[in-house]
């Protein structure tokens, strides 16, 4: 049976250490579901619509690659989806017990699916999205820590009268 992950989060932005995790999912996994989750946040930087468009976008050549948006419980939405596998990714230590809380509660939810942690190239292990946003909003640049689209619109956003990151 072939093998389907769902790979779930806020990605607000989606940032390059998600894409490393992304790439090798896809090489693992026969598929992986690249799930946003609908309000995660209150006031998100990037509408769901964007969020969804910037994932399709980069993954575009990766036949492989799914992206979808899920509400709700994630092991519903696995198990809807008939998926067997939650990808997540490991940066440091410090992500570990917030992760390893989720995987036992999703495991306890039920237990047929399984969590599998990924690590990032070490490159990657500093960066988050709510860093990216913080070191944007102040000026700092994020070149190389997200994938081009993601920088154009950040940019965009600054152009865009009324709708500064920098001021949110
Ligand atoms: O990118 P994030 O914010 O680290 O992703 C967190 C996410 C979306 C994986 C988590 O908040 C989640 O699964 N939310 C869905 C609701 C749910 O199932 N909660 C119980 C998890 S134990």
């Given at each position: 049976m072939p093998t389907l992950a769902v790979y779930p989060g806020s990605f607000d932005p989606l940032t390059n250490g998600h894409v490393d995790i992304i790439m090798r999912g896809a090489r693992l996994f026969d598929r992986?579901?690249?799930?946003?989750l609908v309000n995660a946040e209150k006031s998100p930087l990037f509408s769901m619509d964007e969020r969804v468009e910037i994932a399709r976008a980069v993954f575009k050549d990766l036949p492989n690659v799914e992206v979808d948006t899920f509400d709700?419980?994630?092991?519903?939405?696995?198990?809807?989806?008939?998926?067997?596998?939650i990808v997540r990714g490991l940066r440091a230590v410090s992500d570990f017990e917030f992760e390893f809380q989720m995987a036992l509660m999703n495991r306890r939810l039920n237990g047929k699916i399984e969590t599998v942690f990924m690590m990032p190239a070490e490159q990657y292990t500093y960066i988050s999205s709510r860093l990216i946003k913080e070191v944007f909003s102040l000026g700092g640049r994020v070149h190389g820590l997200v994938p081009d689209m993601v920088e154009e619109r950040l940019q965009a956003k600054v152009g865009a009268s009324g709708e500064d990151p920098r001021k949110k």
């Open positions: 992986i579901v690249i799930a946003i709700g419980l994630l092991v519903d939405y696995v198990e809807r989806r008939h998926a067997q596998v």
